[in-house]
């Protein structure tokens, strides 16, 4: 028998501003279903959150309110070309403040690499607003030379030959997302930089705090489900089996490959379906509502 088709679920874009009056900067997002079971899911480093849609379509299929972001910096929100703008704690304080915008008292809380690290800032810094942490890819104490080793040449390249980043932009920017493959796509959409940005994000997050430090994971009490991946240098396994036995609460999962998630999703959106959903049955504290914050913030249907 044929495999039935996913149910179809609403998607709404929405804008919020954060920052002082003086500089008050844009952040867009998606929002996938309805109701009060929130996730939020953040993006790669220097990935638009397009890049979480296979799974914020799945888990909003199965009944819970996905939010993807953009953080400052990345995709379709601002660019500021300033370093202090960016930093791992900068991000979960804009995690934060899109939950006060939707009105969300709490969340399940994850991403991919940079969203992972933002996740766990998330529940260092307001504990209270996290119902579960959805981890893949940590990027941890075994993978920072490997991270340096990749992203320094980018700085570099944008700091002092920003021709190189501008042709690139010009060669990508114009390819029709709609006439290529998804992950194609996406990856299109992350060579769309430009030099100035490009290079402050690198240097706000490389030159910051990475993650919390352990003695800090190590207090996180809510639920998580950490997924590791094998032989990749830059997310290694070790890192995400570390954490997840930091954390008293967590689970690690060990990915096929390294493209299971992005070629084969089935076994892990099942996964983090059940854990996310698990997360809303299990929680003792129920969850209230905010009022959604008017001022600033837009929900255009997308």
């Known amino acids: 028998m044929p495999t039935a088709a996913p149910p179809l679920v609403s998607e709404r874009i929405g804008q919020f501003f954060v920052g002082d009056d003086g500089s008050r900067d844009r952040l867009e997002y998606t929002e996938y279903g309805a109701g009060e079971a929130w996730v939020v899911l953040l993006h790669g480093q220097l990935m638009p959150r397009r890049m979480c849609q296979p799974l914020a379509r799945s888990l909003a299929a199965e009944g819970l309110h996905v939010v993807t972001l953009d953080l400052l910096g990345h995709g379709r929100s601002d660019r500021p070309a300033d370093p202090l703008a960016y930093s791992m704690t900068a991000f979960g304080t804009q995690v934060v403040a899109l939950l006060d915008h939707l009105g969300a008292e709490q969340a399940v809380v994850g991403g991919t690499s940079l969203g992972a690290n933002v996740s766990l800032e998330v529940a260092v810094a307001a504990p209270e607003r996290v119902r579960g942490l959805l981890l893949e890819m940590p990027v941890l104490d075994n993978a920072l030379e490997a991270g340096l080793i990749a992203f320094a040449p980018l700085m570099l390249a944008a700091r002092f030959l920003p021709w190189t980043v501008a042709g690139v932009r010009m060669l990508t920017r114009p390819v029709p997302r709609g006439l290529v493959p998804f ?78 998630w992005r070629a084969r999703p089935a076994r892990l959106d099942a996964i983090a379906g059940a854990f996310a959903r698990e997360c809303w049955r299990s929680a003792a504290k129920p969850a209230r509502r905010r009022t959604r914050r008017p001022a600033g913030g837009t929900a255009d249907p997308a």
Do not use: C, K, N, Y
Request: hydrophobic share 50%; glycine share 6%; net charge negative.
């Open 183 to 260: 992950w194609t796509g996406i990856a299109l959409d992350t060579l769309d930089q430009r030099a100035d940005s490009l290079a402050a994000v690198v240097h706000g997050i490389f030159f910051g705090r990475i993650a919390p430090p352990s003695v800090e994971r190590r207090r996180i009490t809510a639920p998580a489900l950490v997924v590791g991946h094998p032989s990749d240098p830059i997310h290694p396994a070790a890192d995400a089996a570390m954490l997840a036995g930091e954390m008293s609460s967590a689970e690690f999962v060990r990915a096929h490959s390294i493209l299971e």
